[in-house]
């Protein structure tokens, strides 16, 4: 199967290369990557394992005319782009006669009938949110993933199977209505914000002459989110609040069940497709993998999976900023309280409220991409 990548960033470029290995059978062959600029297009070439050009979609389109595309730009500059590069290619197809090719999309804002709407032509489309569950510090993690799909109209079941078989390795594959998507990919990106808490959590509390790493932060959350939630997914990994001190135990322990309730209170409130329960199994998982990689990663990890996974006009990126702007001053004001001896109740009145509060933010964005 032929595949061409519009937009060679991390995911489209180097995480969902076990798909393409079971999709086509030679990828330097079978796949040909474009990226938007020529910035480090050596340096990436070499980094992957199949041809790559910058600035040449539709030519690269015509030439090599794949049966699907792989579509991950910045989400930001996804709507010009594909009406620069994929609607002139499929228009050409279309008065040819010629088949269309199946696109498969990892851009929140759009929805898998977008293509088909604007091109008014019957495009095999899905939108895919993949989980990113990579092996973390060398723990497999691909229990934990959980990965969104939403399917155009007319797609059938051979391009759902295509779909399946590309995120195989990423975990479940839960295959939502759009709506459902971007409402539970918003739980996801403020689970993602435990990296940015534990990093504040550190520096507050080393600047009151207190020592805590992130991974002790991460596995104690674990520790805490696992005895208090029945139905949270089975462990891949040991966790506990060893060696922590007492103000720690407590500030952890309260500030897990605040951010946790935050994220079930957006939750109940959505109008899903699906059950809450099942919207709660999802949520376990994308919360556990957050604070699994909080956990066993380094704190320069952390800060560069941000990079890669921060990608402009997403919805991480969004998420950030609100943290920034909402939660991280708060944060580390109610370290410095609760090394004090102070209660620090006060900070977990309201955090339940702001984590409800991003998480719907976050989820208007991505809505407001489309």
């Excluded at 779909?163 to 990423?170: D, F, Y």
């Excluded at 534990?198 to 674990?222: K, N």
Aim: a negative charge; proline letters at 5%.
């Amino acid at each position: 199967m032929k595949i061409v990548i519009i937009g060679a960033g991390f995911l489209g470029g180097d995480y969902l290369i076990p798909g393409y290995q079971l999709l086509t059978s030679d990828l330097s062959k079978e796949v040909r990557a474009v990226k938007g600029s020529f910035e480090n297009l050596e340096q990436r070439e070499q980094e992957l394992p199949f041809p790559l050009s910058a600035g040449n979609g539709r030519e690269v389109l015509k030439q090599f005319q794949p049966q699907m595309i792989i579509f991950s730009p910045p989400p930001d500059q996804a709507k010009e782009i594909a009406e620069n590069t994929i609607f002139p290619y499929c228009k050409e197809r279309s008065k040819q006669n010629l088949s269309l090719p199946e696109i498969v999309s990892a851009i929140p804002g759009l929805s898998a009938d977008w293509f088909s709407k604007k091109l008014e032509l019957p495009i095999s489309a899905a939108k895919i949110m993949p989980s990113m569950a990579e092996p973390i510090a060398g723990v497999e993690a691909g229990a934990l993933g959980a990965s969104f799909v939403s399917l155009s109209q007319n797609a059938g079941e051979d391009f759902r199977q295509r779909v399946q078989t590309l995120l195989s390795k990423t975990g479940e594959v839960f295959f939502l209505s759009d709506h459902d998507v971007i409402s539970l990919l918003a739980v996801k990106i403020s689970s993602h914000l435990w990296s940015n808490a534990a990093m504040d959590i550190c520096d507050a509390a080393q600047a009151c002459g207190q020592q805590i790493s992130t991974q002790e932060i991460g596995s104690a959350v674990r520790f805490y989110h696992r005895k208090r939630e029945a139905n949270a997914p089975k462990s891949v990994y040991p966790c506990g609040e060893d060696g922590l001190p007492n103000w720690a135990r407590y500030f952890l322990d309260s500030m897990e069940n605040a951010w946790f309730s935050g994220l079930s209170q957006y939750t109940a409130k959505q109008e899903l497709s699906i059950s809450l329960e099942e919207a709660e199994q999802i949520n376990h998982l994308s919360y556990e993998m957050n604070l699994l990689n909080v956990q066993l990663e380094s704190r320069e990890k952390l800060l560069l999976n941000i990079k890669h996974h921060a990608t402009s006009g997403g919805l991480l990126e969004r998420g950030c900023m609100l943290y920034e702007q909402t939660l991280s001053e708060p944060l580390r004001r109610a370290v410095g309280q609760a090394i004090r001896s102070s209660s620090p109740n006060e900070a977990f009145l309201f955090l339940q409220d702001e984590i409800d509060g991003i998480t719907k933010a976050v989820r208007r964005h991505g809505m407001n991409l489309q």
